[in-house]
Antibody, heavy 121, light 107 residues
């Protein structure tokens, strides 16, 4: 079955960097785009970024554009989210999710369980 | 960015009730509209995609309709496991946006 498992969360100071990872299984990873979506405590869902099945395209939400970088390693069935210059408002549960297509369908159909990132001094 | 507005933000209903949630886009999005359920402490789950298509394995008591800018999500007969928060999401532009969510509570 489709499984996505995020890792790399924790507590980080403002201005520092952190990298999240998501390991996937149960499907042909190199055929699907991937997303990151976050949820601040008690708040709604905020889409972060998408990456195409082959890494050829990435798009970012305005709140993280220029600070976060989304990459994938199709040889290891993993995606990574490099988060730089973190701010208190980046505190959230971060979910990775599979796109229903190669990236451009923009339908996150399977989600991981999420990983908590807390930005605090 | 395309803004998505859900209504209502919260509602109280009883088991067996019919529940209707609406979602309006700030501009035309065709049928690029998806609906998710999120139970407390859990990841979102895709229920409806492309406005009206039922995701595999999802109960047929969930349905969606609409196109353009106005969309409707219906739970035909509310079950105890349906008490959750529901989100609409547009996939028309290269930057996805979600509605603010509708919390369905037990009356």
């Amino acid at each position: 079955q489709v499984q996505l498992v995020e890792s790399g969360g924790g507590v980080v100071q403002p201005g520092r960097s952190l990298t999240l990872s998501c390991a996937v299984s149960g499907f042909t990873f190199s055929d699907y785009g991937m997303h990151w979506v976050r949820q601040a405590p008690g708040k709604g869902l905020e889409w972060m970024a998408v990456i195409w099945y082959d890494g050829s395209n990435t798009y970012y939400g305005d709140s993280v554009k220029g600070r976060f970088a989304f990459s994938r390693d199709n040889s290891r069935n993993m995606v990574h989210l490099q988060m730089n210059n973190l701010r208190a408002e980046d505190t959230a549960i971060y979910y990775c999710a599979r796109d229903a297509g190669r990236g451009g369908r923009f339908i996150p159909d399977y989600w991981g369980q999420g990983v908590l990132v807390t930005v605090s001094s | 960015d395309i803004q998505m507005t859900q209504s209502p933000s919260a509602l109280s209903a009883s088991v067996g009730d019919r529940v209707v949630i609406t979602c309006r886009a700030s501009q035309y999005i065709g049928s690029h509209l998806n609906w998710y359920q999120q139970r407390p402490g859990k990841a979102p789950k895709l229920l409806i995609y492309s406005a009206s298509s039922l995701q595999d394995g999802v109960s047929s008591r969930f349905s969606g309709s609409g196109s353009g800018t106005d969309f409707t999500f219906i739970i035909s007969r509310l079950q105890p496991e349906d008490f959750a928060t529901y989100y609409c999401q547009q996939g028309y532009s290269n930057t996805i946006t979600f509605g603010q969510g509708t919390r369905v509570e037990i009356k």
